[in-house]
């Protein structure tokens, strides 16, 4: 028996069954997009999908399209008409509604069909329904919502910040607790429109917030943050950190913003004293450098006010001088433009009665925030008003324990409460004023004393002037004389009369001594000469070849060390070892002779009255004489100044008054160490490289 083979027909029919349920089971769909005719053509199941009539088997894109939902349609449109032009696959998912309003999501993918040009004749595609799983997502999007937002309430109650969810699209605000402990405002004061929080940023800040959110906003970012001042309820404002995470919806649109509100007030204060305090370290090292490296003190006056106005930003700050019949003077100002100006001025308040100049000497601090409240006379109310004075800050000066005026800020244009800051500043300025006026005033007394000096110097050259020239003219007229009658008369006279001869020629010849020791003591500084390089040991041999006669009647052993090469004036330094090695040989022990050691060594500088920074040498003279107690010390280098008399040690108490001049002006000192009956030790100290 022979077995029947279907037709082709049947096998058609065959397939398409297939296929059928193959796609009812997965609940895929089939259509064509006729692109020329504008005709869909779809499967059965797919009409069900879009809720269309069945009895049409072709449909139009437009059709299509209205069943699509409105927030969607846009999308579909735009992404058919992308593959229409650009030939490329396509997948999307959208929302259809059916007539009784129920929705449905399809997942649907597809591709252009060209012909042998290019042009696209036909969109083939597949949909799938899947509104289950969209339902699930949905479901676990509805929980992890709820749990957000319970994690959100959490976060609003434990937190300190001030929490803000704006609903972008209703301009609706949702504050936490916070926003009513940290601003102090009640719940009937606070609105939940946006511009309630807008109308409580400092209005200075208000623009430059609007416009940065805004662009924010605009550009699609999620995050923003910036800093700005928030009204609280009690008229002050505190200084807000804000931060915001923008929410935007499945197509990129912003629906909400979540804000955190930080209150910086504290950290904002905490900067500012530590900016303040830096401020008025660099003012008072100001001020101390200029009275370490000048004296002026104009300059360090008006530095004064000129940075105080600065930092406290005060209208005026002003430094008046008290005068002897109570009135001040204004000696220092700075003021902004504008206000009336009142340095130079001579303040003579009539209510300023003696009773406040008392207080004021007595450390007494004056800081008034507004003058028409403070318990002041009417008068002197309308005495501060001309200088259009508000508020005021006083704070004596003092000078050498003595009041010596006063340190004013003044606030014009406003009322101001000083704080303790502010008061503290200006009574340490007006320590460090003091100090620049007492420096001041023992400048003013040493530029005195400089002038006396030079006037008594110049008194001193005119002496030595009138001594070299005046004194000594009859002086050679005496000892002429006497010396005339010693010969032509001095075997007529008496044993009496040649002793009154004798006499006279001695007190002729110390007269004569006496001024040439003036006469080298005044050249010390008004003959000097430029400095040169001086060999000393040289100096030290020319100083005993002068000597030698002195050394041999004295039988004297002198021996020279090593000494260095100085600047100096060699004239001065020969005049310096001359003196001190004839002292030594003058002031030797009886029937012994002198023995007398000059040497020299290195000297370490480490006391205050020598230069720093360079290098100094000890010229020492070292004798074997009769001493001196060290209590005499000071008195021995005075002019005039001796230890014995004239009938035991011939001399006219100049020489070491001499050797200190000498020593000074190489910017150098002496001293002495000695015990009566044990010699002396003459030290001399002087740089190696010194200059006039």
């Keep these: 028996m022979t077995k029947k083979i279907p037709g082709q027909s049947e096998q058609v029919h065959h397939w398409e069954t297939q296929i059928k349920m193959v796609l009812e089971a997965t609940g895929i769909s089939i259509w064509t997009f006729d692109i020329p005719t504008n005709k869909i053509t779809i499967s059965d199941n797919l009409e069900s999908v879009f809720g269309l009539d069945k009895d049409h088997y072709h449909h139009t894109y437009q059709t299509i399209l209205n069943c699509i939902h409105s927030q969607d349609r846009e999308l579909v449109n735009r992404t058919y008409q992308k593959v229409i032009e650009d030939g490329e696959a396509f997948e999307i998912e959208f929302r259809v509604v059916l007539a009784d309003g129920s929705i449905r999501w399809l997942a649907s993918k597809g591709a252009v069909r060209k012909d042998l040009s290019g042009v696209p004749l036909q969109i083939c595609g597949v949909s799938m329904d899947i509104t289950k799983r969209k339902q699930i997502e949905h479901q676990r999007i509805k929980e992890a919502i709820k749990k957000s937002e319970e994690r959100f309430k959490i976060v609003a109650l434990a937190t300190n910040d001030v929490l803000r969810d704006w609903d972008l699209l209703t301009n609706q605000v949702w504050w936490n607790q916070s926003v009513q402990s940290l601003f102090g405002y009640t719940s009937e004061e606070l609105y939940l429109d946006v511009n309630w929080w807008r109308e409580k940023i400092h209005p200075d800040d208000r623009q430059r917030i609007n416009s940065d959110l805004r662009a924010v906003i605009d550009s699609n970012k999620q995050f923003w943050s910036n800093e700005y001042r928030f009204l609280r309820r009690d008229g002050t404002y505190a200084y807000i950190f804000d931060r915001g995470y923008i929410v935007q919806d499945q197509t990129n649109k912003p629906v909400r913003m979540i804000g955190f509100m930080m209150d910086m007030t504290d950290r904002k204060r905490a900067e500012a004293e530590l900016q303040r305090q830096n401020l008025r370290s660099q003012l008072f090292a100001n001020i101390t450098l200029k009275i370490r490296q000048s004296l002026q003190i104009e300059d360090i006056l008006q530095t004064s006010v000129t940075e105080v106005q600065k930092l406290l930003q005060a209208d005026r700050v002003l430094i008046l001088q008290l005068n002897g019949n109570g009135s001040f003077l204004a000696v220092k100002e700075a003021v902004v433009p504008g206000l009336p100006v009142v340095l130079g001025q001579k303040i003579n308040d009539p209510c300023f009665s003696e009773n406040y100049i008392q207080q004021y000497s007595q450390g007494r601090i ?65 320590d460090q004023i003091a100090i620049a006026l007492a420096q001041s005033l023992i400048l003013e007394q040493e530029t005195k004393q400089r002038q006396e000096l030079a006037r008594s110097n110049e008194e001193l050259q005119q002496f030595a002037f009138i001594a070299s020239h005046d004194l000594q003219e009859p002086l050679r007229k005496i000892k002429t004389f006497a010396e005339r009658l010693q010969v032509t008369c001095g075997e007529f006279l008496s044993e009496q009369g040649r002793d009154y001869l004798q006499r006279m020629q001695n007190a002729a010849l110390r007269m004569e001594t006496l001024i040439e020791g003036l006469l080298t003591l005044s050249r010390v500084t008004t003959r000097a000469q430029p400095y040169v390089a001086v060999n000393l040991t040289q100096i030290a041999q020319e100083v005993l070849s002068d000597l030698e006669v002195s050394i041999q009647q004295t039988r004297g052993q002198i021996e020279i060390g090593e000494l260095p090469i100085i600047q100096g004036d060699p004239l001065q330094m020969r005049q310096l070892l001359q003196n001190l090695i004839g002292n030594a040989l003058k002031f030797h022990r009886p029937n012994q002779p002198p023995v007398i050691k000059i040497y020299g060594q290195f000297f370490n500088n480490d006391i205050d009255d020598l230069s720093v920074g360079n290098t100094y040498y000890q010229i020492i003279v070292e004798d074997n004489g009769i001493g001196f107690p060290e209590k005499y010390l000071d008195r021995i280098f005075n002019v005039f100044q001796r230890l014995h008399s004239r009938s035991e040690y011939e001399g006219t108490g100049i020489g070491l008054a001499i050797c200190r001049k000498i020593t000074e002006r190489h910017h150098g000192t002496i001293t002495a160490k000695s015990q009566p009956g044990q010699g002396a030790k003459f030290i001399i100290t002087l740089p190696i490289n010194s200059h006039l």
């Design 366 to 430: 004056s800081a008034i925030s507004d003058i028409e409240k403070a318990e002041i006379q009417p008068c002197h109310v309308e005495f501060l008003q001309q200088f259009a004075v508000k508020a005021n800050l006083v704070v004596p000066i003092f000078r050498q324990n003595q009041f010596w005026g006063l340190l004013v800020a003044h606030q014009c244009l406003h009322t101001r409460q000083w704080t303790n800051w502010e008061i503290g500043l200006l009574r340490q300025l007006a």
